[in-house]
């Protein structure tokens, strides 16, 4: 039976969800609170450059083409995509290692850095391989409902891959400290310390070296326009500067929407925002998770970040640069352990238009400059200011050219911006990190188990962080809908 479902944001979870509900033939409404759609990965465009203001690395290119394809599309009918090559660079103190698109480059870049360590990464990946295989088109397709989802022929005969760490994996077969971070740098993605991630999930490392990292002519957004587009076509309506004040729950079972002060009747209703956030749009009674759970969880890292102008093309450096010239250890505990504003940190600098020309004016660079930063740190304009001097004299350093006065404007976003324009729990970027304790059935779930009809997405609930995750877990819980709502 047709359901009336309202959906709140417009992330990349919400969109795939709405995407499936719309197809299942039920009327979908999306309610975003911002002027454009597409959450966390929205985009800026100032002055002839265009700058994607969240994701900006696109892997797993088979979870993309598997969203279109359930609808009779590819996504080459919406956006061209290029593979990057090389990958990205990374800048250490005395050296730089670069990713290239296939693994005789990047096994020969390895045997350059370690003598003899191109049999242990070929071995390496191969066992990323499986695990890719096994989570994506087994483990991560669950709804995280029961613990026996993960109970599976191919995880029991790897169990052992679930209680050991991909740091302790890494440091068993490699010595050199700078390939050991190349093979950590993956995980970062899944929001946790890589000695704190299982080693089942080296598959980034297998999406990284195996598949590759790829480019939307144009920018993440057009991803965003793509899903968007779609989503109009299967008959979604799609609500900008439409903020949701409150879920209503009768008899229980949410029954409506508050937005903008209007009432929206909905027999069901599912939530793509922050998940912290969509249970305070409850009263306290309907909700599931006390302040003190979402305390005691791993949050994956916020970030303070800077959208660039450079009036020109700048020297030295590719698409994806990765700036691991300082200590990793101490920059994750000032994330995790001891939350503060990192002495030296380790960042992370996108040029677009390096490969894409039309990212920017003619002769110019778009630059995107990342710390990632604990959650819910102090953001005032005097912090911004001192981080990004700090940045840029290492990047001029390390790419050896000087930028400083070449630079047209800067725009900056912390976790004031965080929270205002996502209602993001602590200003987290990232979501949820996907630590063993926080994984599958242990993340928040895609149902409410306190409010009939009520639903979340997104990256704090399951599978977790990343825009693929996000894109399945729209699946996931149109897959629940469409089961429990008939
Ligand atoms: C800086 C940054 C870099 C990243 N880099 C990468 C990357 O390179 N590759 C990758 O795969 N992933 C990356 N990610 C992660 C990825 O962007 C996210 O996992 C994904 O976009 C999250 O999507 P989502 O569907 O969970 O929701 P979100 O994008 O968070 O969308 C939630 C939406 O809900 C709306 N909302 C909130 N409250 C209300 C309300 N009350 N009423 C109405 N609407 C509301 C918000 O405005 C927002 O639009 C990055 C994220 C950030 C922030």
Not at 161 to 184: G, M, Q, W, Y
Not at 243 to 256: C, R
Not at 375 to 400: A, C, S
Not at 456 to 484: E, R, Y
Request: a neutral charge.
């Amino acid at each position: 039976m047709t359901k009336k479902i309202s959906i709140i944001g417009s992330g990349f979870s919400a969109l795939s969800a709405a995407c499936y509900l719309a197809q299942a033939g039920h009327k979908v409404s999306i309610f975003e609170k911002n002027n454009t759609v597409g959450g966390r990965a929205r985009q800026l465009k100032k002055e002839g450059f265009t700058f994607d203001i969240g994701p900006s690395w696109y892997w797993m290119p088979d979870i993309f083409e598997k969203f279109f394809n359930d609808f009779g599309k590819r996504t080459s009918d919406y956006y061209q995509l290029d593979k990057l090559s090389p990958a990205y660079k990374i800048f250490f103190s005395d050296e730089v290692i670069t990713i290239g698109d296939h693994m005789d480059q990047i096994c020969e870049e390895f045997e350059r850095i370690e003598k003899g360590s191109s049999k242990p990464l070929r071995k390496f990946i191969n066992q990323a391989q499986e695990h890719y295989d096994i989570a994506i088109n087994k483990v991560v397709l669950k709804p995280g409902v029961s613990p026996f989802e993960l109970v599976t022929k191919d995880t029991i005969t790897r169990v052992d891959r679930f209680f050991k760490t991909i740091s302790t994996e890494v440091r068993k077969k490699f010595k050199n400290p700078k390939l050991i971070s190349t093979l950590e740098f993956p995980v970062l993605f899944l929001g946790a310390k890589p000695n704190q991630t299982p080693s089942f999930y080296s598959f980034m490392n297998y999406a990284d070296f195996g598949l590759g990292t790829w480019h939307p002519k144009g920018g993440m957004y057009e991803i965003i326009k793509a899903m968007s587009k779609l989503a109009k076509s299967l008959g979604v309506t799609i609500n900008t500067n439409s903020n949701v004040e409150k879920i209503t729950v009768e008899n229980g079972k949410a029954t409506s929407i508050e937005v903008n002060g209007t009432t929206v009747k909905s027999d069901i209703v599912l939530s793509g925002a922050d998940y912290h956030h969509s249970e305070t749009l409850l009263d306290k009674a309907y909700r599931q998770y006390s302040e003190a759970y979402w305390e005691k969880r791993t949050f994956a890292p916020s970030s303070l970040l800077f959208y660039v102008g450079f009036n020109k093309k700048l020297k030295n450096v590719e698409h994806h640069n990765l700036f691991f010239d300082t200590d990793f250890e101490i920059h994750a505990e000032n994330i995790y352990d001891e939350p503060k504003w990192p002495e030296n940190p380790l960042f992370y600098v996108n040029f677009p238009s390096v490969t894409d020309y039309s990212m920017a004016p003619e002769g110019c660079e778009t630059g995107f400059f990342l710390i990632p930063i604990a959650p819910g740190l102090e953001d005032t304009p005097e912090l911004r200011q001192q981080y990004f001097d700090i940045v840029i004299n290492r990047f001029e350093q390390r790419t050896q050219q000087s930028v400083k006065n070449d630079i047209l404007f800067k725009e900056s976003y912390c976790v004031n911006d965080f929270k205002e324009d996502y209602n993001s729990y602590k200003g987290n970027a990232y979501g949820m990190a996907n630590t063993l304790r926080q994984t599958a059935f242990l993340r928040p779930k895609l149902k409410s188990k306190k409010v009939n009809g009520l639903y979340f997405t997104g990256q704090l609930t399951v599978p977790g962080p990343g825009v693929p995750p996000s894109l399945i877990s729209g699946k996931l819980v149109a897959d629940l809908i469409k089961k429990n709502e008939v």
